[in-house]
């Protein structure tokens, strides 16, 4: 299979990395080439869309800006499908340019190592044999979810968004680890192992967060001074803004790429 890239940025490096093995054949499309030279010897290199050749299944990963200018420049081809990663832009935008099927896909960072949540959504008429190959295509890159497109927004804030928030989270942690003395190593660690913990946990009993972290919390106790500081500070609040904005930003998007 041949499978092209257009827009070798953070996404759409790992996207090439993914088939890069020289199980395909890979076309890689980017304004700079010189970012590329990694992939010397293993994919064909363009800087201009219009040189690229034509491929069976092309990932559009360009900047969401960049978007309106690329679509027009794509040669159209009944036979490509194209797997767009693209934040706001819809489905509908871009089947105005291309002839081929169309599928926009959320990934999320970790999917560099196979650990990802991609939201999924086709365009009309996928038949089951396409999604099954774009599914197969996509399968190393961690857990697949169909969502309705009109979701895109909201997977994007929870979770296309949500790595970068974990991060941050995670940071002020090992930072308070280090204002109690102990080393950066070691705080490291601890957040790190406790949040992976916890999160299997979770997902393996499938209860309600809640039921576990009365588990936890025991009467004048550590834990519950500690839930009632971030209930005084309002940590709720401030991440259900946190997420709320994401999705304003993403709907605000949205509506450019349509203007465009």
Known sequence: MKIGVIGVGNIGTIIADAFSDGKHDLVLV????AK????????????????MPDVDVLFFCVKPQDAPNALKRIKKSKDMITIST???????TMKAHLNGEVVRIMPN???SIGKGVVGIAYSEGFTDEKKQMVRSLLSGFGVLVDIDEKDFAAVTALS??????????????????MKLGLSYDTSMELVVET?????????????????FRHLVTSPG?????GIYSLEREGLRGIL???????????????????EN
């Open 160 to 177: 296309g968004s949500g790595p970068a928030f974990i991060f941050v989270i995670i940071e002020a942690l090992v930072d308070a680890g």
């Open 86 to 92: 693209v934040t706001g832009l819809n489905i509908s």
């Open 30 to 33: 980017n304004r700079r080439t």
């Open 240 to 258: 259900m803004k946190m997420i709320f904005d994401t999705y304003k930003k993403a709907i605000e998007l949205q509506g450019d790429s349509r």
């Open 109 to 111: 960072i970790p999917i």
């Open 36 to 51: 590329l030279r990694k992939f010397e010897g293993k994919a064909l290199i363009f800087s201009k869309i219009e040189e």
């Open 221 to 225: 106790g550590t834990t519950i001074e």
């Open 195 to 211: 949040i992976k913990g916890s999160a299997e946990l979770l997902q393996r009993e499938g209860k309600h967060p809640g039921e």
